[in-house]
């Protein structure tokens, strides 16, 4: 089922469970032609397609440039989790801007997963399919921090979470793996490729115009604005947005040195028939408490959706498939000998601070990118404050500025995030030795 492109222009798109339940593609021409517009935005994953419709909508006319399919990247490949927070933990934003903005920080990330549920539903966006429910569960037995996790959440943060204890979490997800949970009854899991299809649809439909398969190669000032050029014409515009996430490829050396790339990984199995709910009788998305987390969920159709593992070197490794099945059966043994139907990787972008570059870099070019692995609600969030500090000068952005960029360590940057991913893993590994 893998979709290759075969004539230069078709979809080029990763064989994916997403990409097997995906909507039509777009399938929007190329940029052939020089072109005018307000904004011109860089890159259609689901932030560049958010930030699109939303300047869309507000009367703006706008150019998006994808340089292959509307969310070939990270944004059609990923879990489909989607809950407020951001890559960098709570308590690190708490401890950095105290509990009063983290509050507030955090209110902005519930805003991304209530637009991405009202845009499902008000717009009607097919095949998103949202499934109620987000589990977190820990590796070893921690009842007291599971408890404080809970409380905290919801009485800090007005944000009612459930504390599940380890008898009533081996109901919802049978495996004696986990010991302790926190259940949110707001968050849920989706198709993220399918949303990102469908607001791009309707950005064409509210002439917002979108050119795949067309990279844009360099950027120069020109009179009051700037010029964006790509392989084959080229975009006058007043405003550029940079929303290439994890896939720096040079056209902004100054996100490159700022951005580490960072490679994550999912399998999904064949459908499992009465196994999937003799294992995983909850509807929620499961997702255990380590940095490098196992994430996993039980699709519309019954198949498994596992992800998991992370590596600054952004490689896929050779027995990527045979990993998988190791991490998923080291949980349900039961499903040794399912059949596993895709396996495919795909690129994080994130700053050294794990929070997401919301930011005008200088006159007229602004970069929203950097949503390492929470960008599904994080996406729809830099769409809307982006959009509103263009056009209405709004400052909601301005709460993230305390974020600025940070230097990725060149070539040192990989193995400095490889080696934190191993002591935060050999950390992990040691509680659950001592409390498993
Ligand atoms: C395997 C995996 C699992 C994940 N799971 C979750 C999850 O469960 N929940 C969650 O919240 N987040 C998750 N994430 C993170 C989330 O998917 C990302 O944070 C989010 O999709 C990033 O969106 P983006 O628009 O910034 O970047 P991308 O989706 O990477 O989009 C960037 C786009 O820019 C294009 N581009 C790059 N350079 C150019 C150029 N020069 N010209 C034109 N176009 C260009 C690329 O082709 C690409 O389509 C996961 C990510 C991965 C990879």
Redesign the pocket.
């Known amino acids: 089922m893998t979709q290759t492109r075969t004539d230069g222009f078709g979809p080029s798109y990763r064989d994916t469970y997403y990409t097997r339940t995906m909507e039509p593609p777009l399938n929007a021409a190329p940029l052939s032609d020089r072109i005018e517009a307000d904004i011109c935005i860089?890159?259609?994953?689901?932030?560049?397609?958010?930030a699109a419709y939303e300047l869309t909508k507000a009367g703006k006319s706008v150019v998006l440039?994808?340089?292959?399919?509307?969310?070939?990247?990270?944004?059609?490949?990923?879990?489909?989790?989607?809950?407020p927070g951001f890559?960098a933990s709570g308590s690190a934003i708490e401890k950095k801007r105290g509990l009063d903005t983290a509050r507030q920080i955090f209110d902005l990330s519930r805003e991304g997963v209530e637009i991405f549920r009202e845009y499902t539903q008000t717009l009607a966006l097919p095949g998103v399919e949202i499934r109620p429910g987000a589990l977190s569960v820990s590796r070893y037995r921690d009842a007291q921090g599971m408890q404080d996790a809970a409380r905290h959440k919801t009485d800090a943060y007005s944000y009612p979470v459930e504390y599940v204890p380890t008898e009533k979490l081996r109901e919802m997800v049978r495996t004696d793996r986990y010991f302790d949970g926190v259940y949110d009854p707001q968050g849920f899991?989706a198709h993220?490729l399918n949303y990102?299809l469908g607001l791009a649809r309707e950005t064409q439909r509210l002439g917002g115009r979108i050119f795949e398969n067309?990279?844009?190669?360099s950027m120069a000032r020109q009179g009051a604005g700037h010029l964006v050029t790509?392989q084959a014409g080229s975009v006058q515009c007043e405003t550029v947005i940079l929303?290439?996430?994890?896939?720096?490829?040079?056209?902004s050396k100054r996100l490159q040195r700022n951005l580490l790339p960072i490679?994550?990984?999912?399998t999904v199995t064949e459908p499992l028939g009465d196994l999937a709910h003799a294992l995983i009788p909850t509807s929620a998305?499961i997702?255990d408490t380590r940095m490098a987390c196992d994430?996993f969920r039980i699709t519309p159709d019954g198949r498994l959706l596992w992800?998991g593992g992370m590596t600054g070197m952004a490689l896929e490794p050779a027995n990527l498939e045979q990993q998988m099945r190791r991490a998923f059966t080291s949980v349900f043994p039961q499903l040794a000998d399912v059949k596993i139907d895709a396996t495919?990787?795909?690129?994080?972008?994130y700053a050294r601070h794990r929070m997401p570059y919301l930011r005008e870099l200088h006159d007229g070019v602004w970069a929203?990118?950097?949503?390492?692995?929470?960008?599904?609600?994080?996406?729809p969030l830099?769409g809307r404050l982006i959009a509103e500090a263009i056009v209405d000068d709004g400052q909601r952005h301005a709460v993230l500025d305390p974020y600025g960029l940070t230097w990725n360590g060149s070539v040192f940057g990989p193995l400095a995030a490889d080696t934190v991913y191993y002591w935060e893993a050999l950390k992990e590994r040691y509680f659950e030795w001592r409390y498993g």
């Open positions: 860089v890159g259609g994953g689901i932030a560049g397609v958010s440039l994808e340089a292959d399919q509307i969310a070939w990247g990270a944004s059609g490949r990923n879990g489909g989790v989607v809950t890559a899991h993220s990102c067309t990279r844009a190669v790509t929303c290439q996430g994890g896939m720096v490829d040079g056209f490679g994550t990984f999912v998305a997702v994430y992800g495919w990787s795909g690129l994080l972008g929203a990118t950097g949503l390492g692995g929470h960008g599904v609600n994080v996406g830099v």
